[in-house]
């Protein structure tokens, strides 16, 4: 990471921090999940720095970014998306989230507007209304109000037990990252999230939905339905992968990711 450049922007009336490869090659944007950061990204940025402009932004309430006390719906993550391409000048970038990330990053396209070149979504948070509920009802809030009051190396620690196969690096940026995560993030788990069968049927762009073989949250049926809704969705299927897939299977991702952003140049 000794290259990359570590900035702000100004969107929205709120800082959004970045890390960015940089270059005069065509940009990729990465959007994190809920508790991550940019810099979680960084495996999957060093595969892909080489051939493009990677930016990895901090979503409001993460990492470096501003925590305003509101605003955390996905309208308005995908309005700060919008704003940091507008305030970099990037020229049609390609898309490419993860969980919170992936539904963010899917709003955007469905926007329309000729603002992307193409879309990726790993493992994007597609949930039914009985589905949100239960994560919204559970304790992964009150988990991480708990996690706030460990010390980084306590989180490698309890992370490094709980994904024995993760890499220590993408395990130590997590609890970084986690660290970091404001509880007011998590008013993006209140329901209703945004209609996920409507934004897709909007999405206008070449995209590629990639989903884990042990995922409980994008199954087979629902990436099928998805291909039925939108033609222009591609899908493909990682294995040894759940939800955690960045993390689980970072090099096969890379390639997967690098497949398709060739096509797109």
């Not at 979503?59 to 391409?85: K, N």
């Not at 970084?176 to 008013?187: L, N, P, Q, V, Y």
């Not at 590629?208 to 949250?217: E, H, I, Q």
Request: hydrophobic share 40%; glycine share 10%.
């Amino acid at each position: 990471m000794t290259t990359w450049i570590r900035e702000d922007c100004e969107t929205n009336g709120i800082t959004i921090h970045y890390l960015r490869t940089g270059g005069a090659k065509n940009p990729v944007v990465l959007l994190h999940g809920l508790m991550g950061s940019g810099a979680c990204w960084t495996p999957l940025a060093r595969a892909l720095e080489g051939e493009f402009d990677v930016i990895m932004p901090d979503a409001r309430g993460h990492g470096g970014s501003s925590a305003p006390h509101h605003g955390y719906r996905y309208d308005d993550h995908a309005s700060d998306v919008v704003g940091l391409i507008r305030g970099l000048g990037l020229s049609r970038p390609v898309l490419l989230g993860h969980s919170m990330g992936g539904m963010t990053a899917a709003v955007v396209a469905s926007r329309g507007a000729g603002v992307l070149r193409g879309l990726i979504l790993v493992e994007p948070t597609f949930l039914s209304p009985e589905r949100q509920r239960e994560v919204r009802d559970s304790d992964v809030a009150d988990q991480h109000r708990q996690a706030l009051g460990f010390q980084t190396s306590d989180l490698v620690a309890q992370a490094r037990a709980r994904h024995p196969h993760r890499s220590p690096e993408i395990v130590e940026l997590q609890a970084e990252a986690r660290r970091k995560t404001r509880m007011s993030a998590f008013d993006v788990l209140t329901p209703p999230n945004p209609a996920y069968r409507d934004v897709v049927s909007a999405m206008d762009v070449p995209s590629l939905l990639v989903m884990g073989d042990k995922s409980p949250v994008v199954t087979l049926e629902m990436a099928t339905e998805l291909r039925r809704l939108n033609p222009r969705v591609r899908i493909e299927q990682v294995q040894d992968a759940g939800h955690g897939l960045p993390f689980e299977q970072p090099e096969r991702l890379g390639e997967v990711v690098l497949s398709f952003l060739r096509e797109l140049s």
